[in-house]
């Protein structure tokens, strides 16, 4: 059974960084498109970056500054570094994939995603 598992996710002060995980189990990532995603509380779930298997990255304008997306194959594990946090950035974060090999496409942010992992909470403040 395929299982996405993300984690690093905590509570971290205006400025600082993070850097989620999402590790696969039952599947490999690397053939696959890979999309990171986040819900605030009270607000509507909304894309962060993709890693398409064709080895481009998608962004979402308001965070490809401070957003980086990167793969570990050996290790089966995506990653989201996130810098520069503000409390705007608190939010549950997830990883999503595929069960086909397709590239990210320009509606990423909104085309259904076949595999969720369970989310990782991320909090910013003081």
């Known amino acids: 059974q395929v299982q996405l598992v993300e984690s690093g996710g905590g509570l971290v002060q205006p400025g600082g960084s993070l850097r989620l995980a999402c590790a696969a189990s039952e599947f490999t990532l690397d053939w696959y498109s890979v999309a990171w995603f986040r819900q605030a509380p009270g607000k509507e779930r909304e894309g962060v970056l993709c890693l398409s298997r064709d080895g481009r990255t998608k962004y979402v304008d308001s965070m490809k500054e401070r957003f980086t997306g990167s793969r570990d194959v050996a290790k089966n594990t995506v990653y989201l570094q996130m810098n520069n946090l503000t409390p705007d950035d608190t939010a549950t974060y997830y990883c999503?994939?595929?069960?086909?090999?397709?590239?990210?496409?320009?509606?990423?942010?909104?085309?259904?995603?076949?595999?969720w992992g369970q989310g990782t909470q991320v909090t910013v403040s003081s």
């Open positions: 999503a994939t595929d069960n086909i090999p397709v590239i990210c496409g320009p509606s990423w942010t909104v085309r259904p995603w076949d595999y």
